[in-house]
C-alpha cells in the first residue's frame, strides 16, 4: 500500500525539481514542417471565413493543414503565448509598431531565416507597405490585407431623399451632419467600448489630424515625437473632432460611443433596426456589415462608403495593413509565408469581399462588389498614403492613445489637462526624445 | 424544516387569527415580492433572450414577446455548431473534473494527517497552508506560466489541473480538517488497535464517514473551476480547448452584443452548475457555513 | 483538538514488513501531507516570491526581465499612474479607489441585504422559496452574471429592462449604464451585489437561527418589542458571523476580475478599472510584466491582514474546542 503512495510522490517531487530547468529556443535553421500550421489573427465571425477560403486553397495545393485560431483581444493572447513559449506558427498582426517590438526582442523569423527571397517577395508592394514589414534592414514578413480607412459609410439611398451630396470637403460634412439633425434624424454612430475598441477613435483623430496639420507633422506626432501631443496642432485637429464626436450628434451620445462595440455600431447605421445615418471607419467595415451584421443590403443603394473629406491639407488615404509573420521556423511556414503574397491568395481573399489586397498584381475584376473595387481602387491609386498613426506608437502608448481620445470626447473642456499628461507620459517612456 | 416545526408547535390558529396575522404581514410579503422580482428578472431575461429569433430580438424588448409568442432554438444550434460552445462544453468538462479530483484527494490526504497523524511541524504547517487560502491568483500567473514553460505544460490541460489543484488545496485541507476532526476518536483508535495502517484507517474509515464534507468542497471547487474566466485566460491558449467562460469573451469580441449568442452561451455556461447546485444545495449550504462561520 | 495524543501503533503484524523508518508515525504524517505541500510550494508559494522578485524589474514581450530597476516600478504606481491611483482630481480617482469604492459600498450592501431578506424570510412560510430565488446566483459564473447584467443595462429601452423602466415608467432619457463615468461603477457593483447578497443572507439566516429561541421568548415576555429583540439581541449575537461574511466579501473585492473583464474592460476610459483589470492589462496587454507585478504585489499586500484575521480566527478557535 505505501508503496504504491510513494509512486505519485515521487512523480510530484520529480515536478518540483524540474522547476529549474529551463527552455529555450534553439536557433537553427529551417526545419521540416509538422504537416500542420496554426495561424492567429484577430479576425472572427465574416472577416474570418474569408480568410479561412485562402487557407483552404493552401491546403488543397499543398496537402498541408492549416489550423486558424483567433482572438479580439491580439495582444494579451499573443503576448501570453509567447511567454508561455506556446506561440502559433504564424500570427497576421495589426500592429506594425509590434511587428517592430517583437523583431527587436527576437522572436520573430525573418524571411530570409526562412529561406525566402525578400526581394523577390517585396517587389509586388509598393514601398509603404515593405516599410512595415522591415524592421533595421531585415524583412519580417508580407502585408497579408490592406485597408483604407479613409472611407465614411452612408446610405446613398438616404442621401437622395434628403437631396444631399457627397461631401468633399470636412465642412461639407459637418452641414450635412447638422441637417440630418435638424430633420430629426441621428447623423452618426460609433462604438469605442473599452481597450478593445478605442482604436475607431484614434482612427477619427488620425483622419482629422493628418488633413489638417498635414503629412509632415504627421510623422512627427507619430513616427518621431517631434511635435509633441499638446501642441496646438493637435488640439485645433480635436476641436474639429468633437464637431461631430459629440452628444448632439452620435447615437445615444457620446455615453453609447463609450459603451458599445466597434461591431454594435455598425448595426446601429446598417442593422435591420437602424438608428443613425453615418459611420466612419476603415474599408472592413462593407464586409462585416454585408457579410454579417445585415446580409439584405445592396451595395451602393443601401451602404456605400465616400473618401474621407479634405481639410486643408493634401492627403489621399490614411490606412493600415496586418502584417503576416512567422514564430517558428520550418518549411511548412515557409510555404504559407509564400503563399500568401501570391497573387493567387490575394485573389481568392479579395473575392469575398473583406478585404483590398496591398498586392499590385492582384487584377480590379477579382472584386466582387463596388465596394471593395473602389476601396482597393482608392489604395492603389492614392498619391499619398499615411499608416495608421497609433499603430505605429511604441509601447503601451499606442493602447494609451484610445484611452487618452476616450476621455477627451467626453469631456473636451479637458483636452488640455489630458494631453499634457499623456505627453509626459511618452516623455518618460522615452519617445521623441531622441 | 423550521417553518414546519414552528406550525406544529403553536396552537392551531383559527381561520380569522390567521387572516389578521397574514394581514400583518402583508408588508412583509409585499417586500419579499419586490425582491423576488428584482432577483429573477435579470435571469429570465436571459433566459427568454435566448430563445427569440436574432430579428425580434433586435426589434422588442424580451418582456413583450408574450404577446407575439415567437420562440426557436435556433439559436443553441447557432452558438453550439457555428460558435464552438459544443466543443467548449466538453473542454469545461475535461478541465474541470481533474480540477476537482486532485484537490479533492491531495487535500483529504493531508486533512487526514493534520488531524489524526503527530508528526513535527503540524500545527505550523498547517497554519501555512490556511493562510496561503487567500493569495490571489495574480501573484502566481507570470512565474507560473514560465514554470509551465520550462516544463512544456503549457499546450494541453495538463497546466491549468495543476493551478487549479495548488489553489483549491488550501481550503480543501482547511474544510475538509475541520471535518476530520469532529469524527469519534474511540473510532479511529479502534482501528489502530485492530492493527489498521494510516492509509487504511482514511480509506476505509474516515473517507466514508465524511462523504458530506467531501461532497461541500467538491462542489465549491467544480463550480469554481467550472465558472473561473482568468486561468483560463491565461493558462489555456490553443483555441480548440478553450472552456466556455472563454469561449463567451470571444464571442463577444467578434460579434459585440449579439445576444442571441450571447444570451443562449451564457445560460449553457450557467447550466451545468444550476443543476449541480440544485441537486446538491444542502451540501453546498454546509460546506458554505462550514467555511465561513465556523 | 486541543491536545490529542494519538498513540501509534507497536508491534504490529502488519508493521513487520516495512522498513524501520516507516514505523516512526511522523514519517507517516509527512508522506500523507507531501502532494498537497509539494503542490503548494511549487506552485503557489515559489510563483509568489518570483513574482515579487519581478516587481522590480522590467520585462521583454516574452515576459522574461531584461533589466532591474529597483522601486521604479512602486514609485510610478503609486506617483505617476493616473490609471492607478490619480491623486490631482478630489477626491482621488483610479483602479484603487474603485477598490476601495466597491468595498465599502459592495460589502455594504450585501451585508445589508442578505441581514434584511434573511430577517423578513424568516416570517413567511416560503421561506426556503424566496432564499433559493435569491442564492442561485451564487452558482453562476461571473461571466454569465457579465451578460445577464450587460443584457439589462443596454442603452437601448427596447433591449435592456433597466432603461425600458427608467424611460418607461421615469420618463427619462436612456442611460448608459455602462459608458458613462458616473454611473459605471455603481452599475456594476449592483450586479455583484444581486450575485453575493444570497451568500450573506445564508450565513446570517443559519445564524439567526442558532439563537435559542428561549432567549428570544423570555425578551418577549418582559415586554420587549421585536424591534428591541433584534437590536439588543440578535444583532450582537450576529457581529461575528457578519464580520466573517465581510471579511469573504473583501477579499473577493480585492480578487475582482471577471465581472468588470466582460462587461466593460474597464471602460469608460479607465473610469471602472479594478487593481486586478490593470494588473491583467499591464501584464498581458502592456507586455509589463514587471509592472503587473508590482500590481500584484500590492493586491497581495491589501489581502495580508485579512489573511492574518482568518488566521488568528483560526487558533482562537483551537482553543475553544
Known amino acids: 500500500m505505501r508503496r504504491k503512495l510513494m509512486l505519485p510522490i515521487a512523480a510530484l517531487a520529480a515536478l518540483a525539481l524540474g522547476l529549474g530547468a529551463c527552455g529555450g529556443d534553439g536557433g537553427g535553421g529551417t526545419k521540416e514542417g509538422t504537416g500542420t500550421i496554426t495561424i492567429f489573427s484577430l479576425w472572427g465571425g465574416s472577416e474570418q471565413e474569408a480568410f479561412q477560403k485562402v487557407l483552404t486553397q ?20 499573443i503576448r501570453t503565448r509567447l511567454a508561455a ?139 518621431t515625437g517631434e511635435v509633441k501631443f499638446n501642441d496646438p496642432s493637435v488640439k485645433a485637429a480635436i476641436d474639429e473632432m468633437v464637431k461631430i464626436v459629440n452628444d448632439q450628434y452620435m447615437a445615444g451620445g457620446i455615453d453609447t460611443v463609450l459603451g458599445i462595440s466597434f461591431v454594435d455600431s455598425i448595426g446601429r447605421v446598417f442593422g435591420k433596426n437602424p438608428k443613425a445615418e453615418m ?103 492614392a498619391k499619398s498614403f499615411l499608416f495608421d498613426g497609433s499603430d505605429l506608437l511604441p509601447g503601451t502608448l499606442g493602447q494609451n492613445f484610445g484611452t487618452l481620445l476616450q476621455n477627451i470626447v467626453k469631456n473636451p473642456g479637458d483636452k488640455d489637462k489630458l494631453l499634457d499628461d499623456y505627453q509626459a507620459q511618452a516623455e518618460q517612456a522615452g519617445f521623441g526624445s531622441a | ?31 419579499l415580492l419586490a425582491i423576488a422580482v428584482v432577483w429573477l428578472v435579470p435571469t429570465a431575461g436571459l433566459a427568454i433572450t435566448s430563445i427569440r429569433p436574432r430579428d425580434e430580438i433586435q426589434a422588442t424588448g424580451w418582456w413583450t414577446s408574450f404577446n407575439d409568442f415567437a420562440f426557436t432554438l435556433h439559436n443553441y444550434d447557432l452558438v453550439l455548431d457555428n460558435a464552438q460552445m459544443g466543443s467548449s462544453f466538453v473542454n469545461s468538462i475535461i478541465i474541470t473534473v481533474p480540477s476537482t479530483l486532485l484537490p479533492l484527494t491531495i487535500g483529504a490526504m493531508a486533512a487526514y494527517a493534520f488531524s489524526w497523524i503527530r508528526f513535527p511541524f503540524r500545527d505550523t504547517i498547517f497554519l501555512l497552508i490556511v493562510a496561503l487560502m487567500v493569495v490571489p491568483i495574480q501573484m502566481a500567473l507570470v512565474p507560473l506560466l514560465r514554470l509551465f514553460r520550462d516544463l512544456g505544460l503549457n499546450d494541453w490541460y495538463l497546466g491549468i489541473w495543476l493551478a487549479h489543484t495548488a489553489f483549491g488545496l488550501p481550503l480543501a485541507v482547511f474544510l ?75 464571442m463577444q469580441g467578434t460579434y459585440g452584443a449579439e445576444y442571441h449568442l450571447l444570451a443562449s452561451g451564457a445560460f449553457l455556461l450557467m447550466i451545468v452548475p444550476l443543476i449541480v447546485f440544485f441537486a446538491l444545495q444542502r451540501y453546498f449550504v454546509q460546506g458554505l457555513l462550514a467555511g465561513s462561520v465556523k | 483538538m486541543s491536545s490529542q495524543p494519538v498513540p501509534g501503533p507497536v508491534g504490529r503484524p502488519r508493521g513487520r514488513r516495512l522498513p524501520a523508518i516507516f514505523r516512526y508515525e511522523g514519517w507517516q504524517g509527512l508522506i500523507f501531507i507531501a502532494p498537497a505541500v509539494v503542490l503548494l510550494g511549487g506552485l503557489v508559494a515559489y510563483p509568489l516570491v518570483w513574482t515579487i522578485v519581478y516587481s522590480f524589474g522590467d520585462t521583454n514581450s516574452k515576459l522574461d526581465i531584461v533589466r532591474w530597476v529597483g522601486l521604479d516600478n512602486y514609485e510610478r504606481l503609486f506617483t505617476k499612474d493616473k490609471v492607478f491611483l490619480d491623486r490631482d482630481v478630489f477626491p482621488p480617482d483610479g483602479a484603487l479607489v474603485n477598490n476601495l469604492k466597491w468595498g465599502v459600498l459592495y460589502t455594504t ?29 451564487m452558482a453562476i459564473a461571473a461571466t454569465a452574471i457579465a451578460i445577464i447584467w450587460k443584457l439589462v443595462y443596454e442603452p437601448d429601452p427596447d433591449l435592456g429592462v433597466a432603461n425600458a423602466v427608467a424611460t418607461g415608467v421615469f420618463n427619462t432619457d436612456p442611460i448608459v449604464f455602462l459608458g458613462r463615468a458616473d454611473t459605471v461603477n455603481y452599475a456594476i457593483i449592483f450586479a455583484y451585489v444581486w450575485a453575493s447578497t444570497g451568500f450573506a443572507m445564508v450565513v446570517l439566516s443559519a445564524a439567526l437561527k442558532g439563537i435559542p429561541e428561549e432567549i428570544i421568548e423570555a425578551a418577549r415576555t418582559d415586554g420587549a418589542n421585536e424591534w428591541n429583540i433584534f437590536r439588543r439581541i440578535q444583532f450582537p449575537l450576529l457581529s461575528l458571523p457578519m464580520a466573517v461574511v465581510t471579511v469573504w466579501l473583501t477579499i473577493n473585492v480585492i480578487k475582482l476580475f471577471d465581472v468588470i473583464y466582460v462587461m466593460t474592460r474597464g471602460g469608460p476610459g479607465t473610469s471602472s478599472e479594478v487593481i486586478a483589470t490593470q494588473m491583467y492589462d499591464e501584464t498581458f496587454l502592456n507586455g509589463e510584466g514587471g509592472y503587473g507585478a508590482a500590481i500584484a504585489v500590492v493586491m497581495l499586500l491589501l489581502i495580508l491582514p485579512l489573511m492574518a484575521y482568518n488566521v488568528s480566527r483560526f487558533r482562537t478557535e483551537r482553543v475553544v474546542t
Open chain 1, 58 to 77: 493552401f491546403t488543397k495545393d499543398t496537402g498541408i493543414k492549416t489550423k486558424y485560431e483567433s482572438a479580439r483581444d491580439f495582444l494579451p493572447v
Open chain 1, 85 to 223: 513559449d506556446n506561440p502559433p506558427q504564424m500570427a497576421i498582426i495589426p500592429r506594425p509598431g509590434f511587428v517592430a517590438e517583437l523583431a527587436k526582442d527576437d522572436v520573430l523569423i525573418s524571411l530570409e531565416d526562412l529561406g525566402l527571397d525578400a526581394d523577390k517577395i517585396n517587389e509586388q508592394y509598393s514601398d509603404t507597405w515593405t516599410n512595415l514589414t522591415t524592421v533595421d534592414d531585415t524583412v519580417y514578413g508580407v502585408v497579408a490585407k490592406a485597408n483604407s480607412k479613409s472611407t465614411v459609410w452612408y446610405k446613398p439611398n438616404s442621401f437622395q431623399q434628403n437631396n444631399f451630396q457627397v461631401p468633399t470637403t470636412w465642412n461639407d460634412l459637418v452641414n450635412i451632419t447638422k441637417q440630418y439633425k435638424a430633420k430629426g434624424k441621428t447623423p452618426w454612430a460609433a462604438g469605442a467600448q473599452g481597450d478593445e475598441n478605442s482604436w475607431t477613435l484614434t482612427d477619427w483623430f488620425e483622419q482629422i489630424y493628418a488633413r489638417q496639420a498635414g503629412p509632415d507633422k504627421y510623422k512627427q506626432l507619430f513616427e
Open chain 1, 279 to 381: 459611420l466612419y471607419e476603415g474599408g472592413f467595415v462593407g464586409g462585416i456589415a454585408i457579410n454579417q451584421v445585415n446580409p439584405g443590403l445592396k451595395p451602393g443603394t443601401d451602404i456605400d462608403f465616400f473618401k474621407f473629406p479634405s481639410i486643408s491639407e493634401q492627403v489621399d488615404v490614411v490606412g493600415g495593413g496586418d502584417v503576416a509573420a512567422a514564430f517558428v521556423n520550418n518549411e511548412d511556414v515557409a510555404k504559407l509565408m509564400e503563399y500568401l503574397s501570391t497573387p493567387e491568395a490575394g485573389e481568392i481573399w479579395v473575392s469575398t469581399g473583406a478585404i483590398a489586397s496591398p498586392n499590385e498584381s492582384v487584377p480590379e475584376s477579382a472584386y466582387p462588389n463596388e465596394l471593395v473595387k473602389k476601396e482597393a481602387r482608392q489604395l492603389k491609386e
Open chain 2, 1 to 31: 424544516m423550521s417553518v414546519a416545526a414552528e406550525t406544529l408547535a403553536r396552537p392551531r390558529a383559527t381561520p380569522a387569527e390567521r387572516l389578521s396575522r397574514f394581514v400583518a404581514r402583508t408588508p412583509v410579503h409585499i417586500a
Open chain 2, 176 to 250: 475538509l480538517r475541520n471535518f476530520f476532526i469532529t469524527l469519534p476518536r474511540d473510532l479511529i483508535e479502534a482501528a489502530r488497535v485492530d492493527g489498521a495502517s494510516n492509509l487504511r484507517i482514511f480509506a476505509r474509515v474516515v473517507l466514508p464517514l465524511s462523504v458530506p464534507a467531501l461532497a461541500s468542497y467538491g462542489i465549491f471547487q467544480f463550480l469554481w473551476v467550472w465558472n473561473d474566466l482568468l486561468m483560463a485566460l491565461v493558462f489555456i491558449s490553443d483555441s480548440d480547448l478553450f472552456p466556455m467562460t472563454k469561449r463567451i469573451t470571444e
Open chain 3, 109 to 137: 450592501f450585501s451585508l445589508a441585504f442578505g441581514l434584511l431578506i434573511a430577517i423578513l424570510a424568516a416570517r413567511v412560510r416560503y421561506e426556503s422559496l424566496v432564499k433559493a430565488v435569491i442564492f442561485v446566483p
